[in-house]
C-alpha cells in the first residue's frame, strides 16, 4: 500500500463507548496530524506529532487522547464522546513539522457518528 | 496567526481556464504558500506550493505577486474532476508556530 490509510472508514458509536481511529502512513515521514472536520466548518488542527513527539495539541478535550507508537502509526482513541464531535476526522502527514517547503498527504478520513 | 482569504465560491466553463485567488497580507518572509483541494467525500489532496517565483506541475500553476501579500492558482484547463473546494494556506519555514489554519476556501462548480 502507499500513501496514508485510515481505519474504519466509517464509525457509529454511543457516548459511553470507547473506540480508536488507526492512521497509517508508508511514505517515511516524520510528522503526523490529525484534523477534524465538521459539516459547514474549516478543517481543524488537532494534534501534530514530530519524531513521535507530541508538539501541537490544539485545545482538543480530554476525550480525544491520541498515540503516536512510531513514525509510520497514528491513533486517536476515542472515549465518552458527544454528538457534536460527529465529524470527518482526517490523518496526514509530512517530511517533518515546521517545514513549510514540505507538502501534507492525507488519508481519506473516517467519518464519525456519536449517537 | 497568518492567514489567507479567498472567495466563497467560482464558476468555470468546462475546458476553459480558471484562476482561483487567495489574499495573504500578513504573510511572513518565510512562509510558504500552500493550495490543496478536496473533492467530494476525500481527504484533501495537496496541488501545489511556492516561496517567491511562480510555479508549475502537472496539476496547476501558482503565480506569486511581486509583494507576496497575494497568489493565483491557475487550472490551465478546467475538466469536471476539477469540481472541489481549493484551499490557500500559509506553511512558516523554520523555528516558528506552525498552526496550519484552513479557511473555508473556494469551492469551485464546473459548468460543462
Known amino acids: 500500500e502507499t500513501g496514508v490509510t485510515q481505519t474504519p472508514r466509517h464509525l457509529v458509536m454511543g457516548m459511553t463507548n470507547k473506540k480508536s481511529l488507526k492512521c497509517e502512513q508508508h511514505?517515511?515521514?516524520?510528522?503526523m496530524y490529525w484534523y477534524k472536520q465538521s459539516a459547514k466548518k474549516p478543517l481543524e488542527l488537532m494534534f501534530v506529532?514530530?519524531?513521535?513527539?507530541?508538539?501541537e495539541n490544539n485545545s482538543v478535550p480530554s476525550r480525544f487522547s491520541p498515540e503516536c507508537p512510531n513514525s509510520s502509526h497514528l491513533f486517536l482513541h476515542l472515549h465518552t464522546l458527544q454528538p457534536e464531535d460527529s465529524a470527518l476526522y482526517l490523518c496526514a502527514s509530512s517530511q517533518e513539522w515546521r517545514q513549510g517547503r514540505n507538502e501534507q498527504f492525507f488519508g481519506p478520513g473516517t467519518r464519525l457518528t456519536v449517537l | 496567526d497568518a492567514k489567507t482569504t479567498q472567495p466563497n465560491s467560482m464558476e468555470s466553463n468546462e475546458e476553459e481556464p480558471v484562476h482561483l485567488p487567495c489574499n495573504h497580507s500578513t504573510i511572513s518572509g518565510t512562509d510558504y504558500i500552500h493550495w490543496y483541494r478536496q473533492l467530494p467525500s476525500q481527504g484533501p489532496e495537496y496541488v501545489i506550493h511556492g516561496l517567491t517565483s511562480n510555479v508549475n506541475n502537472r496539476m496547476a500553476s501558482l503565480a506569486i505577486a511581486e509583494d507576496r501579500k497575494s497568489s493565483t492558482l491557475i487550472l490551465h484547463r478546467a475538466t469536471l474532476r476539477d469540481a472541489a473546494v481549493y484551499y490557500c494556506?500559509?506553511?512558516?519555514?523554520?523555528?516558528?508556530?506552525?498552526?496550519?489554519?484552513f479557511g473555508k476556501g473556494t469551492r469551485l462548480h464546473i459548468l460543462p
Open positions: 494556506i500559509l506553511r512558516p519555514q523554520g523555528n516558528r508556530d506552525d498552526k496550519i489554519i
Open positions: 511514505l517515511g515521514h516524520n510528522a
Open positions: 506529532y514530530n519524531f513521535k513527539e507530541q508538539t
